[in-house]
């Protein structure tokens, strides 16, 4: 892993709310708006820019935290920016707050963690979960 990042180092992206976006559910359709599982998605992407950066070819990242606020609808067609900032490095594990806005609206704010392990030691884990 190579230590690149310190506290405050700021990654940003963008999307655009698509109707695959949109809240819905085995029911059906709850509502056009950007929902709360799609901003989780691009929550974890923005802060997987880090990560991208920071492992060697021999290890990956494993998602170990999900925190979302949802504050504010995102609308069909609207840009929104999610930004994430280091919080904390501690060992192998990458803390990142996030804030997703769309203009001058907050969207959502929330928190990301990932753990950088080698490829190997994240196939062991699986393996021995495995049924």
């Known amino acids: 892993m190579k230590a690149i990042f310190k506290i405050g180092d700021v990654k940003?992206?963008?999307?655009?709310?698509?109707?695959?976006d949109f809240a819905s559910f085995?029911?059906?359709?709850?509502h056009k708006v950007?929902?709360?599982?799609?901003?989780?998605?691009?929550?974890?992407?923005a802060s997987r820019q880090f990560v991208r950066e920071m492992i060697d070819k021999h290890e990956e990242g494993v998602g170990t935290?999900?925190?979302?606020?949802?504050l504010s609808p995102?609308?069909?067609?609207?840009?929104?920016e999610v930004i994430a900032e280091i919080e904390s490095i501690i060992e192998n594990e990458l803390?990142?707050?996030?804030r997703v806005k769309a203009g001058n609206r907050q969207i959502?704010?929330?928190r990301t963690g990932?753990?950088?392990?080698?490829k190997i030691k994240i196939n062991q884990i699986f393996t021995s979960l495995e049924r």
């Open 12 to 20: 940003k992206h963008l999307f655009q709310v698509a109707a695959e």
């Open 26 to 30: 085995q029911t059906g359709l709850v």
């Open 34 to 45: 950007c929902s709360t599982f799609a901003l989780g998605r691009e929550m974890e992407w």
């Open 65 to 70: 935290l999900l925190e979302i606020r949802h």
């Open 74 to 80: 995102a609308f069909l067609g609207e840009h929104v």
């Open 95 to 98: 803390i990142c707050t996030i």
């Open 108 to 110: 959502a704010s929330g």
């Open 114 to 118: 990932q753990k950088i392990l080698s």
